[in-house]
């Protein structure tokens, strides 16, 4: 298979060296994971599924983008959608930048640590706000938590999680 001229030029080998320590946060999710899904419907059902995600370098390793789809393929998709982070030293933190196409499904957050922990926080497209947090961080998993609220003071509500799990390449 050839890649495209437009994939070779969004794609890289790694991080440049004077970002290696910056990129440290999101670097170690590259790579590809299997997942397990669970969605805490609105109507207080649970749907679960399986589903996929693949994390690399982009745009001469200054950004990380990653691909999640849901489920594996190739059955038909419900979510296909990518995520841009691009670190900022300004702010000591990642523009998250999400899209869903399929779903029109959009958000945008500011990343950082917490302690061991990854935490998102911003806005969807539908007005919530949004927080996504990556816990139970090893080399060979993760536990993601998708929460949103309608206001500041209101609780956070979790409504996915993903139990992720590396691919052996």
Known sequence: MTISPFLAALGSEGQPADRAKDMDLYGWLIGSWEMETVHYRDDGTIE????ECHFGWVLEGRAIQDVWIRPKR?????????????FDPGIDGWHIIWSDPLNQDYSRQIGRAEGKD???????????????RFTEITADSFHWIGEERAAENDPWCVTYEHFARRMNS
């Open 48 to 51: 679960k599924s399986d589903g």
């Open 74 to 86: 190739p059955a038909p998709s419900t979510m296909y959608g990518t995520t841009l982070r691009v």
């Open 118 to 132: 990854i935490v998102q926080i911003g806005d969807d497209s539908r007005g919530l706000q949004a927080r996504w």
